[in-house]
């Protein structure tokens, strides 16, 4: 089935444009691959992710990932299943997964842009603030799995600790 709508088509902007501009006013290291791909790096607290936008004009969509630099061993992936599965339960927007090649942990999510014409700076801050704000949120589990020997569930439930007081 197709939901059909009558509308005046407004021609599409490349939203990679308006990201670049956002990049370059954060001074972040960046390579635009592309008119359809643009890589970044962007410091966190935990480590550097590496953002990766990819443009399909003919969806609409705007593909977005933000992987670790961090390498999971074969061995530890099932429990990293897992972990991805106890964490995108906790997630409203986009989801985590593995880049299977490289074996890095990853945030990615794809908006939809069909209609709007393009996006609009703040989009481009919110969707970047809330990528690496899951991924410093999450970082910890990963490395609890992979690197401490947790299981999943003690790795999350030991980096979602919240304190309480001050020292």
């Not at 890589?39 to 992987?67: I, K």
């Not at 986009?94 to 794809?110: D, K, N, Q, S, Y």
């Not at 393009?118 to 603030?129: F, H």
């Not at 020997?149 to 007081?165: D, F, H, N, W, Y």
Request: net charge negative; hydrophobic share 45%; aromatic share 12%.
């Amino acid at each position: 089935m197709s939901v059909a709508l009558v509308y005046e088509d407004q021609p599409q902007g490349n939203p990679l444009d308006i990201i670049e501009q956002v990049v370059v006013t954060n001074d972040w290291v960046y390579d635009r691959r592309a008119d359809d791909e643009l890589a970044v790096e962007v410091p966190g607290q935990w480590c550097n992710y590496s953002l990766y936008f990819a443009w399909r004009e003919d969806m609409a969509a705007l593909h977005f990932t933000a992987a670790f630099e961090m390498k999971v061993p074969v061995h530890k992936r099932p429990c990293l299943y897992e972990l991805l599965a106890i964490i995108n339960e906790k997630l409203w927007l986009g989801h985590f997964g593995l880049w299977e090649e490289e074996g890095a942990p990853m945030f990615r999510h794809t908006p939809l842009l069909r209609g709007s014409g393009s996006m609009v700076p703040e989009q481009v801050e919110d969707l970047v603030d809330i990528a690496i704000g899951e991924c410093e949120r999450f970082y910890p589990s990963f490395q609890f799995v992979v690197w401490g020997g947790k299981s999943a569930r003690e790795a999350v439930s030991a980096s979602l600790l919240e304190t309480v007081g001050e020292a």
